[in-house]
């Protein structure tokens, strides 16, 4: 099989790295050889992160080619603009419907795109849009809207439903196994 | 056994645990930090410690060698600079317990000041160097490193870069060796490098240096795989996977030992194909090599690849013109998203008093290195690790030969004094300087990931640990009387200090003192909020570029409390009180006493 590729965005601290694992996990135990990569250091400081998984039968690169992502999965919706020429022609993009303002537009300095999610609408084969945030809120807790952008990940992918929710129990402190498993269902269940 | 996802850096810490190192030391650094943050995993076998830099981690590895214990000392590429005095000893004093080197290096620059390429360093040292392609790799060139060296009697250089210390991918774990038993053996002629001493061990590198070569041309990881085009690819390092993905009917040889370089194996690789091209990350290394080994051949290197940046199977297609990498999006309306400091950061106030007195800093290397950055904007230097002070005394003494004097101060970190700021400021003090030199001490290394060091008060190991006490050092160790401390978040009382340490005429050190906001990210406190009748929109408060504060659709400041964690700085700056607690009673964050926390109230 072709190798594929998934692109996780966001702001520091939104659990992406996170994320990544579990996806890579997943993909890991239904066989596929997996590489991920992510970019540590500066950018924990409230700046941006990328993570991105490729996986296959024989994946060499951990990086990601331009115009190559087959998902972007973003936890902010700049952020899904920011990496766009990452993604593929053919390319899909899940958004979270969150806008988290950089520094520079929250000093006045620079404009947020008030037409971000139309401009991904242009440049997508499919978009969806999911208010995680909003439902991690309402499920109690604003961290697991990760978990939520995995489960709506999943429903779109050809993968026996089992297994990510065993890396999801596995993956995250016993405490709050429940909690989680309900937040991957909530993205899985979700219909835009 | 096995098969797991790890991480270069998590590999490299397996590696140590099977190849029966029982001695790692480190200072933290991007993208080597985890490394030794996963050896403790093992530390029921393996003694992991934080050096004050990389010259004591080094040399501290170096006299473990000398018991026979296998010894293992990272550091990210600038780190090496600092080790660079013990690194060339070692060499010539070889290994009796094998010792391995990391460096990571940073091509990308994503967290460092530039992009060297330590390969450098290896035939400079004339000392093997190791340089994996992933994660197996990485695990399996420790064990492979600690054979080297004990066979060879070197110490052993191990390159990672960025992509190899952050990528995952599948690694195979072994048993764990059992270890020689450490015994210290006295072995004056190889240890004591007085120079008669010493020419003799520069022979031995010599012929060592010899013997690796041809080992080099038999290595089992300098492999050549089979093409079906007589066109070649030589790489190292992670450029060996971009290779393959752009070359997929090439033949490869791929050099997991790229110096000493494989010479021999190299011509006959060379005789199978028409042309070479020759990938890796930084300078071109194993490819001078090769076009000295085979002066005839036709091969493409840096000619035509970038000298800067990351490789990538992009940046190869487009250097051969074989991808058109035109965007489908330009960019110019998305904004930036700078890192900044965090909303608490005790380091905010400090920066914000420096615009108001229209104070420029001599940097360094931080998180405060941030207040570099917009809006703070103050701070016009950076070079290295504890050049705040040295750049400083420097400037002070230059325009003092002409008459002049400079508004300007030093800042650095806890732990960056510790590592190379104090010898700094004994010159200040020795040289009749005048300076004021201002210590951020947030009690911990920040930047990398919250490493302890030796103001913490606990090891990497998690045991109780004496505690440096900066102030103290600095007044009764140096004897600098005009040492004095202040709080963080006090905003007036790091003002006036300032204002009354620039116009002294000697030198001084201003200590701020306040734990990394980080350190209680599990607490919740009560955030700040805006009174809207009486915010007249004067955005001083924007200034202190906390992320926490913007402006809502009226212009009115907006605090975003999710973010805040009510530090009560923003408070102070606003002329119209317009800004105080949601909640009086609290629980606020600047009422916990500096000294709760220092003796054990990290929450």
Not at chain 2, 271 to 286: A, G, H, S, T
Not at chain 2, 327 to 355: E, K, V, W
């Amino acid at each position: 099989m072709k190798t594929k590729s998934i692109l996780i965005c966001g702001v520091g601290g939104q659990g992406i790295l996170t994320a990544s694992d579990l996806l890579s996990d997943v993909l890991l135990l239904a066989g596929f050889q997996v590489k991920k990569s992510e970019v540590h250091g500066m950018s924990q400081r409230g700046g941006d992160v990328i993570s991105t998984v490729r996986y296959g039968d024989q994946v060499f690169s951990p990086l990601p080619a331009l115009k190559e992502i087959d998902y972007i999965l973003a936890f902010e919706k700049l952020e899904a603009l920011r990496n766009i020429n990452y993604l593929s022609e053919k390319g899909k993009i899940l958004v979270n419907d969150f806008e988290w303002q950089p520094l520079p537009v929250a000093a006045g300095l620079e404009k947020y795109p008030a037409d971000t999610i139309e401009q991904l609408q242009k440049l997508a084969a499919e978009l969806v849009v999911i208010p995680a945030t909003r439902l991690a809120n309402e499920l109690g807790n604003e961290k697991v809207s990760n978990v939520i952008l995995i489960g709506l990940l999943a429903s779109r992918m050809d993968i026996d439903k089992k297994l990510w929710l065993e890396v999801v129990a596995k993956k995250v402190p016993p405490r709050f196994i429940d909690l989680n498993l309900k937040a991957f269902e909530c993205g899985y269940n979700f219909k835009p | 056994m096995a098969k797991e996802l790890l991480s270069g850096n998590e590999a490299i810490a397996r590696g140590a645990y099977e190849a029966g190192i029982t001695f790692a030391s480190a200072y933290p650094g991007t993208p080597s930090t985890e490394i030794l943050e996963n050896i403790i995993r093992y530390k029921d076998v393996i003694h992991a410690q934080w050096g004050a830099n990389e010259k004591t981690a080094m040399e501290e590895a170096l006299g473990a060698s000398f018991t026979g214990a296998r010894a293992l000392v990272a550091m990210k590429h600038v780190g090496l600079n600092v080790a660079a005095d013990p690194f060339f000893s070692a060499s010539y004093i070889g290994a009796t317990g094998a010792l391995v080197i990391i460096s990571a290096d940073d091509p990308g620059m994503h967290s460092s000041q530039n992009e060297q390429d330590n390969r450098h360093y290896a035939v400079a040292a004339k000392m093997p160097v190791l340089e994996p392609a992933d994660s197996q790799e990485a695990r399996d060139m420790v064990l492979e490193a600690v054979k080297i060296s004990e066979t060879f009697d070197t110490p052993v250089l191990i390159r990672m870069t960025t992509r190899t210390c952050h990528s995952r991918s599948a690694v195979e774990l072994g048993e764990r060796q059992t270890p020689p038993e450490p015994e210290y053996k006295s072995d004056f002629l190889k240890r004591n490098l007085l120079p008669g001493n010493a020419r003799k061990r520069h022979a031995a590198v010599e012929e060592r240096l010899k013997k690796l070569a041809l080992f080099s041309d038999t290595f089992s990881h300098n492999i050549i795989s089979k093409g079906k085009e007589r066109i070649g690819v030589l790489a190292s390092g992670v450029s060996y996977q971009y290779g393959r993905e752009v070359f997929p009917d090439a033949w490869f040889l791929k050099l997991a030992l790229p110096y000493p370089f494989p010479v021999n194996l190299f011509r006959r690789f060379a005789d199978l194909v028409d042309k070479i091209y020759v990938l890796e990350e930084n300078d071109p290394i194993i490819e001078t090599f090769a076009r000295l080994a085979t002066p005839q051949k036709e091969i493409i290197g840096k000619d035509v690849f970038p000298l800067l940046g990351e490789m990538s199977q992009d940046t190869i297609r487009a250097s051969l013109g074989l991808k058109d990498m035109t965007p489908r999006h330009d960019g110019a309306t998305i904004p930036g998203r700078p890192p900044s400091l965090c909303a608490g950061c005790p380091h905010t106030a400090f920066f914000y008093n420096l615009g108001v007195l229209k104070v420029q800093s001599r940097g360094d290397i931080g998180c405060y290195t941030l207040g570099a950055l917009r809006p703070l904007s103050a701070m016009d230097t950076c070079v290295d690790m504890g050049a705040s002070i040295t750049v400083l005394l420097g400037i002070e003494k230059a325009l003092e030969k002409a008459g002049k004097t400079i508004k300007q101060v030093a800042v650095i970190g806890d732990s960056t004094f510790f590592h190379s700021g104090i010898t700094g400021l004994v010159d200040i003090i020795y040289n009749h300087g005048k300076s004021t030199v201002v210590i951020l001490d947030n009690s911990i290394t920040a930047m990398t990931g919250h490493q302890e060091n030796p103001g913490s008060g606990k090891t990497l190991m998690g045991q109780e640990a004496r505690r440096i006490d900066i102030a103290k050092l600095v007044r009764d160790g140096l004897g600098l009387e005009h040492t004095y401390e202040v709080d963080g978040y006090d905003v007036k009382a790091i003002r006036e200090l300032l204002k009354r340490e620039l116009l002294r005429e000697e030198p001084s050190v201003i200590v701020i003192r306040r734990p990394c906001v980080l350190l209680y990210r599990k607490a919740k406190w009560s955030p700040m909020s805006v009174d809207k009748e009486k915010c007249t929109s004067c955005k001083v408060c924007l200034r202190l570029g906390c992320p926490a504060i913007s402006s809502d659709s009226d212009d009115k400041s907006l605090i975003n409390e999710a973010l805040c964690t009510g530090c009560g700085v923003c408070a102070q700056v606003c002329a119209f009180k317009a800004i105080s607690f949601a909640d009086d009673k609290g629980p606020h964050i600047n009422s916990v006493s500096l000294e709760s926390f220092l003796t054990g109230g990290q929450q």
